[in-house]
Structure formats: structure tokens, C-alpha cells
């Protein structure tokens, strides 16, 4: 009968010697919840997209509009002419014709 009590005690024991050696969990994850703006296939808001739009050199953003596609059109100013911009899904910014 004193099996039970010894065999107990060390799995107890085992147990608490590897829990010691794990390091402590802080409840926060290295993986970010939301894919960053600019990665493919991640939806961009608009406001990002308008920063992205605006680091590119373009102005008086206006009419910015997501598609299907998951890329956003835009009417913007540069060099004061106005011209239309396309963002796809990977945060490129291109002039469209």
C-alpha cells in the first residue's frame, strides 16, 4: 500500500520540476493579432491606405474607394496635376492612366 502514496509523490514531484523549467508565460503573443499594413492579402484600412498614398508624394487625396480585388482607387494631386492612384494588396502605390 505504500506504493501508491510514494508513486504519487513523485509524479508530483516530476511535474513541478517541469513546470520550473518552462519560462513563465506573460499572456501576450509574438504573432501579431492583425497581418501588418502592406502584406499580401491583408485588409488595409482606409487611413493606412491614404498614409501609403500620401508617403508616395501624392496630395488632396479624395474619392479613395476599396475594389473587389481587395485594391483601393483614388483621384490625388502631384506636381498640382490631377491624376488617378491605384494601392493593391501588397501597399504598392501606382499613378494609373
Same mark, same amino acid.
Given at each position: ?7 504519487? *509523490?513523485?509524479?508530483?514531484? /516530476? +511535474? ?8 513563465? #508565460?506573460?499572456?501576450?503573443?509574438? &504573432? ?10 491583408? *485588409?488595409?484600412?482606409?487611413? /493606412? +491606405? ?8 501624392? #496630395?488632396?487625396?479624395?474619392?479613395? &474607394? ?16 490631377? +491624376? ?14
Amino acid at each position: 500500500m505504500k506504493l501508491i502514496p510514494t508513486a504519487a *509523490a513523485a509524479l508530483v514531484a /516530476s +511535474v513541478s520540476i517541469a513546470a520550473a523549467q518552462m519560462p513563465p #508565460t506573460t499572456g501576450t503573443s509574438t &504573432t501579431p493579432a492583425v497581418p501588418p499594413a502592406g502584406m499580401p492579402g491583408t *485588409a488595409q484600412s482606409e487611413s /493606412s +491606405v491614404r498614409t501609403q498614398i500620401e508617403a508616395s508624394g501624392y #496630395t488632396k487625396i479624395r474619392d479613395l &474607394t476599396r475594389k473587389a480585388d481587395g485594391s483601393w482607387h483614388a483621384r490625388a494631386s502631384r506636381n498640382d496635376v490631377d +491624376v488617378a492612384v491605384s494601392v493593391d494588396s501588397t501597399g504598392s502605390v501606382t499613378q494609373v492612366q
